[in-house]
C-alpha cells in the first residue's frame, strides 16, 4: 500500500469505512454471496491433495454438493494416477448432471477395470436425465449405453440396461429386445423387461 492510499484510506469519516465494509461484504465476490461454495472451495483443495484418499473422499463429496463449479476440477480428476479417484470423479460428474461431462465420460465405457465401466453407465445415466441441459436429446449417450449393455461384465451390462429404462428413450427399445432373446442370463432378462416397461410408460 502506497503512503497516498493510506493516507486516502485513514483520512475516510467512520460512516465511510462502515460503508465500504459492507459494499466488500454484500459484493458479488464477496464472503456473503460466496458462502454457499466455500463447502466446494474446501473440498476442491483436497482434490489436489497429495493423498490419494484425501483426494478420493473430494471427489465423491463434490457429488453430493452439486456445484457446477466443480466440474472442470473433476473432469481433471478423471487422469488421476489413482483408480479410485478417477471412478468417483466419474460418479460426481454424473450427480451433478453437467453437459460438458458426457464426452469425458462415454470413452470410460471402453476401460479396462469393469468397476469404472459399471460407475460410467450410470452416470451417463444420470446425465441423460438432464433433458433441460440439453437442446436435442442425448443421443450420444444412449448410442453408447446401448453398446454397453452386450459388455462381458453383467454389472456393466445391467447398469447400462438400468440407466437406459431410466432415460426412457425408445431408441433403445429394439437393441433391448434383441439381447432379452439372446441372453442366457435370467438376471439380465428382468433387468431388460423392467428397463422395457419403463421406456414404455414414458412414451405413452
Not at 464472503?31 to 471427489?59: D, G, Q
Request: glycine residues 8%.
Amino acid at each position: 500500500m502506497t503512503s497516498e492510499t493510506a493516507g486516502s484510506a485513514s483520512n475516510q469519516s467512520p460512516q465511510q469505512k462502515v460503508r465500504k465494509f459492507i459494499g466488500w461484504i454484500l459484493h458479488r465476490d464477496g464472503p456473503v454471496r460466496n458462502w454457499r461454495y466455500i463447502p466446494t472451495h474446501v473440498l476442491l483443495r483436497k482434490l489436489r491433495s497429495e493423498s490419494a484418499e484425501m483426494r478420493a473422499y473430494a471427489a465423491e463429496g463434490l457429488g453430493g454438493i452439486g456445484d457446477g463449479h466443480a466440474v472442470v476440477p473433476l473432469i481433471n480428476a478423471l487422469t488421476d494416477t489413482n483408480s479410485t479417484v478417477r471412478r468417483f470423479a466419474i460418479s460426481s460428474l454424473g450427480k451433478i448432471r453437467d453437459a460438458r461431462a458426457v464426452d469425458v465420460l462415454i470413452p470410460f465405457l471402453q476401460d479396462e477395470e469393469a468397476d469404472m465401466r459399471c460407475a460410467a453407465a450410470v452416470a451417463l445415466g444420470e446425465l441423460g436425465l438432464s433433458g433441460d441441459r440439453f437442446s436435442t436429446p442425448p443421443t450420444q449417450i444412449i448410442e453408447a449405453l446401448i453398446h454397453s449393455i452386450t459388455d462381458s461384465d453383467r454389472g456393466v451390462s445391467a447398469a447400462a440396461i438400468v440407466a437406459l429404462g431410466r432415460i426412457g428413450n425408445p431408441q433403445a427399445v429394439s437393441a433391448l429386445k434383441a439381447l432379452e432373446d439372446t441372453t442366457e442370463s435370467e438376471w439380465i432378462r428382468r433387468y431388460i423387461s423392467e428397463a422395457l416397461h419403463q421406456i414404455e410408460e414414458q412414451n405413452a
